[in-house]
């Protein structure tokens, strides 16, 4: 076997981010909110960065339309949102003799779009009607005043049809405040070419205990680690904290970020590392990195733990990867456990700012547009996102075999995780729960071996302290 040399981030490295917590959660509690719209900026302008020049875009209005013109401004973060949307506003206009639905779509930078969100929405000026808010920051906004239109009338509409885990996050005391772009099903990414080398049959690891005795397979026959673990970003252990029954906040709305559960998860990935040697820290310190990319491709890696959106990845950045890779459930903690949970997302909102005579046609759009039968096949179509409506996955778009993964029907294999889907919930500290998890217990746990429960315990405590 090879022995590679990890690259350790330096903590310094990491200052500016820890500052950009802290900077957010002054504006949340309203201290600088005043200060940063005498000045028409936003957090990026207080951190001396210049977020990317914003991109607009605009739909063409079909004069012969017979319905009520209504113009609604989305501000978004990714250009594929807005192209969806924009696209589904015409499937709507074709449909729809009530409203002629014109979407006038801007689109920024992940920081700098939701930093101005934050100060129009508190100041009270230049918010949007429409805007997608990604789960992390989402909690951020349902603080306090909530300027967000309760949408649980349009979700009601579907909801029968719905996977009901998807809705929670973006639920405040029962009530819907945004709704997603897909499922986000974690799945375990095998790259098979590396097992069948190790011996490994991949349809025989059913427990995590499986797991690792075939990582230490991997370990002994091949030059390749099992798999890898993020050290500056909470994705790595997120996903294992939720499928045990943990996570950040749960259904009650209480802070559990050090739960027995969260430890448990945690400890089990910091044995990987440190007990077993079947786990490191990737090249970047995160499995968006050129460098793992580049790493993965070239069978240095079994496997790794991500949502179904990562399959995106596999296409477009790691080319020799074609019909290796295989997609199977998460490794059970025990028997009849969860397989599986939910991983990222983006929750579409309508703000309080709207004109109130174009809160009817918004809304219903807003359901044509994520929620009906053919939407939801669209999510898989045009953006390669898992639908989050059970009955799309008997359509014939998404039973299609995969050849790059492994010529298998994933959305098919996906859908049979459903029964078996731990819940997400967020709360109002959800996204400085994140960054503790990014920012400190990760890189803790798996870059200075701390132990998992008081690392998890510190990142509890001052995420309580916020609010004291």
């Known amino acids: ?237 997120l996903g294992l904290m939720k499928q045990n029954g943990g996570g950040i906040y749960d259904e009650n709305n209480e802070l559990i970020l050090d739960s027995p559960e969260n430890v448990e998860a945690v400890q089990l990935i910091s044995d990987m590392v440190h007990e077993h040697g079947i786990a490191e820290a990737p090249p970047g310190s995160e499995h968006h990195e050129t460098a793992y990319y580049e790493a993965f491709n070239n069978g240095e890696y079994a496997s790794v733990w991500m949502p179904q959106w990562y399959m995106i990845r596999f296409t477009e950045f790691m080319p020799d990867t074609e019909g290796d890779m295989l997609v199977r459930p998460m490794p059970e903690f025990e028997p009849g456990g969860f397989i599986s949970t939910m991983g990222g997302g983006t929750g579409t909102a309508i703000t309080t700012h709207i004109d109130e005579e174009k809160l009817d046609a918004a809304k219903e759009f807003l359901g044509f547009a994520k929620l009906t039968y053919d939407a939801q096949v669209a999510l898989w179509t045009d953006l390669g996102f898992d639908p989050f409506r059970n009955d799309v996955y008997d359509d014939p778009a998404l039973t299609e075999p995969d050849p790059w993964f492994g010529d298998e029907p994933v959305m098919t294999n996906l859908q049979e995780m459903f029964d078996r889907l731990a819940p997400e919930y967020t709360g109002p500290r959800y996204p400085e729960a994140i960054i503790q998890l990014a920012e400190n217990v990760a890189y803790e746990v798996i870059e200075e071996n701390a132990d998992p429960q008081q690392s998890l315990e510190r990142g509890a405590d001052q995420v309580r302290s916020v609010d004291e």
């Open 1 to 237: 076997m090879t022995t590679r040399a990890r690259t350790r981030l330096p903590r310094s490295s990491r200052h500016r981010r820890r500052l950009k917590l802290l900077l957010l959660s002054i504006i949340a509690a309203g201290a600088t909110v005043l200060a940063a719209c005498d000045s028409g900026g936003s957090v990026s302008d207080l951190e001396g960065e210049e977020g990317e020049e914003n991109e607009e875009q605009a739909m063409e209005v079909d004069p012969e339309h017979e319905g009520e013109e209504v113009e609604l401004e989305f501000w978004t973060f990714v250009d594929a949102h807005a192209d969806f949307m924009m696209e589904r506003a015409e499937e709507f206009n074709a449909e729809n003799s009530d409203y002629n639905i014109v979407i006038n779509a801007s689109v920024a930078d992940y920081e700098d779009m939701h930093d101005r969100l934050l100060v129009a929405l508190q100041s009270g000026a230049g918010a949007p009607d429409v805007v997608d808010i990604e789960i992390g920051r989402f909690g951020t906004y349902l603080r306090g005043d909530v300027q967000l239109h309760p949408l649980t009338d349009v979700v009601d509409a579907h909801r029968d049809e719905l996977v009901e885990e998807r809705t929670a996050p973006y639920q405040l005391d029962g009530v819907d405040y945004g709704i997603d772009y897909h499922l986000g099903t974690w799945v375990m990414f095998y790259n098979n070419a590396v097992l069948e080398e190790a011996g490994v049959d991949v349809d025989e690891i059913v427990t995590w205990d499986d797991y690792i005795e075939a990582g230490q397979q991997v370990a002994e026959n091949t030059d390749a680690m099992m798999t890898s673990v993020e050290t500056t970003a909470p994705t790595s252990l």
